[in-house]
């Protein structure tokens, strides 16, 4: 199991790396806790906090524009309560790992997305995600705990997770950027 793990390392270090080099100026931080995982980013984004928000919030198109997510659907809306579900695959080097779940989410216009996973893989789970102004830049502030479905391996299990989340909000910033340019056109 050992030389498993070890090639599995080697095999994926320069993934690490290469994913760290790009959108270096998001702050991801990943820590195992038990059985558990925490995660905590960061992401600046120049654009107006409507676009943000907006794309933080378009469930119905995430497949679109998150290449981990294959499908996301609102499944039910009652004023700024959602039920959400998202199925997906999150894929680095050889390693897929596959995901479906429904989440609750809690809408607090245009600051603050609550969300629990409350049916599927890794529960259980809750992220708050914020939208904040520092220094006359937006910040898109995520954080929460969940528990993976399988066994996380120390090290470099974390690190795949952070590699994977600045991957994320690399990919959500871009979007943010490419609405925001429409709007201004």
Not at 81 to 96: C, D, E, I, N, T
Not at 154 to 177: C, D, F, H, K, W
Request: aromatic letters at 6%.
């Amino acid at each position: 199991m050992r030389a498993l793990a070890r090639a599995i390392v080697l095999l994926l270090l320069p993934l690490v790396a290469s994913a760290a080099a790009d959108d270096s100026d998001i702050a991801v931080v990943v820590a195992k806790t038990g059985e558990g995982i925490y995660v905590k980013v960061d992401c600046p984004v120049k654009a107006p906090r409507a676009v943000v928000w907006d794309v933080l919030t378009d469930y119905d198109h995430m497949a679109s524009f998150l290449p981990n997510v294959t499908q996301s659907v609102i499944r039910m809306r009652m004023g700024n309560r959602l039920r959400v579900y998202q199925k997906g695959r999150a894929s680095r080097g050889p390693l897929s790992i596959a995901y479906e779940n429904v989440r609750e989410v809690e809408l607090v216009p245009t600051t603050e997305v609550r969300s629990r996973i409350i049916e599927g893989d890794n529960m259980p789970a809750e992220f708050v995600t914020r939208i904040e102004e520092r220094d006359g830049e937006l910040h898109i502030l995520h954080s929460g705990n969940y528990t993976p479905n399988m066994w996380v391996p120390p090290g470099i299990g974390p690190a795949l997770i952070e590699s994977e989340t600045r991957r994320q909000y690399a990919n959500i910033r871009n979007e943010v950027m490419r609405r925001a340019a429409r709007t201004t056109q």
